[in-house]
């Protein structure tokens, strides 16, 4: 469940394939014991406005009783180290405004809040 939403699985499971299918996406997991406790999504682009590659972090779940472990510390590295190595020198992320906890540990990993971000949903 991502933000505590429980989606339609074909749907899901659909968006999944394609987004898989794309070398501009990256996903990493984490398991202990065959369980999966963490997971984190980012995909990147080519932005005019940075003229650059830029990676963008989609999604990042740790498991409640795996937070304080370093889970999520553990799967941020692994991203900015397979980015780099991919020519990305650029990593956004956006944290909806009451994940305070989120933000917290994006600031603690040396991620800036540097944007606000705006959106509007499609009528």
């Known amino acids: 469940m ?3 939403v429980a989606f339609d699985f074909n749907l899901f499971n659909l968006i999944y394939c394609r987004n898989i299918e794309n070398e501009n996406n990256y996903y990493f997991v984490a398991q202990e014991q065959q369980k999966l406790i963490g997971y984190l999504s980012c995909h990147t682009q080519w932005l005019l406005h940075h ?13 409640e009783a795996f937070r304080k472990n370093k889970i999520g510390s553990l799967l941020l590295e692994a991203l900015i180290k397979i980015l780099k190595e991919n020519g990305c020198n650029l990593l956004e992320v956006t944290a909806n405004n ?6 917290q540990f994006y600031l603690l990993m040396g991620i800036s809040q540097t944007h606000q971000k705006f959106s ?4």
């Open 98 to 103: 009451h994940r305070i906890h989120a933000h």
């Open 2 to 4: 991502l933000e505590n």
């Open 51 to 63: 003229c650059a590659m830029v990676g963008e972090i989609q999604e990042l779940f740790v498991e």
């Open 120 to 123: 509007t949903r499609m009528p």
